[in-house]
């Protein structure tokens, strides 16, 4: 290869490194490589050459070959489509909640429901009520460099539990055997979990005698 394509590849590496593993845009994506006549044709040789990934149209993530560390699918998702944040199974398994690793990363939004495959994996979004959908997110800070918003454990339980189509229980022991059994949570994992955020629930969301069974466990 030419020295002065070499030098243009390093250089180019070294503007795209500022961006961490944090997803940009195209406009933020143009202005940190400088002036090109054609700056659509020069994110699409960048592209070809594996520094960056598109997750969709628009939006990209510096390969972690430059970066040496990995991406983070969570916050990816937030990024994807929002405002969302990470709940269902892919919470679960963040927690330890569950012992499966989960392959596709499911959030809420107040959005519409949509899908995304990208290199990274399949990304599913849920769409709920504002009033629902403002109940129980937190803030998760990852070694002080990024953060991204995921439903706590009893936010996440109520979601499972309130968008599990067909699902209907009627007492504790059913309830035990869905959470248990069939979903292999073990619920021992969180010490002390808030109730508040299940009665918050319960007050605006579906499934109202489901919810208020959980509430009802987790109190003992």
């Known amino acids: 290869m030419p020295e002065y394509l070499i030098f243009n590849r390093m250089a180019i590496t070294d503007n795209l490194k500022q961006f961490g593993i944090i ?16 700056p659509n044709d020069k994110i699409a040789s960048i592209n070809q050459e594996d520094l960056l ?8 993530v510096v390969s972690p070959k430059i970066l040496n560390q990995p991406l983070s699918q969570e916050l990816i998702a937030n990024h994807l489509y929002g ?26 939004t107040i959005k519409r429901s949509r899908n995304f495959t990208t290199p990274l994996g399949n990304f599913e979004y849920t769409g709920t009520t504002k009033d629902y959908y403002v109940i129980g997110i937190t803030q998760e800070i990852v070694n002080d460099e990024y953060a991204f918003l995921i439903a706590t454990p009893e936010k996440t339980l109520c979601d499972m539990i309130i968008q599990t189509a067909g699902l209907r229980l009627q007492s504790l022991k059913a309830l035990q055997i869905y959470l248990v059994e069939d979903m292999r949570i073990d619920l021992s994992v969180i010490e002390h979990y808030d109730l508040e955020i299940i ?22």
Do not use: W
């Open 83 to 108: 405002p969302s944040y990470v709940s269902f199974q892919t919470a679960l398994s963040y927690y330890g909640l569950i012992p499966e690793r989960v392959h596709t990363i499911r959030s809420m």
């Open 53 to 60: 990934i598109r997750l969709k149209r628009g939006l990209f």
């Open 23 to 38: 997803p940009f845009d195209s406009a933020t994506l143009i202005t940190a490589l400088g002036n090109y006549k054609s």
């Open 199 to 220: 009665k918050q629930c319960i007050l605006v969301g579906k499934k109202k005698r489901e919810l208020t069974l959980l509430y009802n466990l987790l109190q003992k």
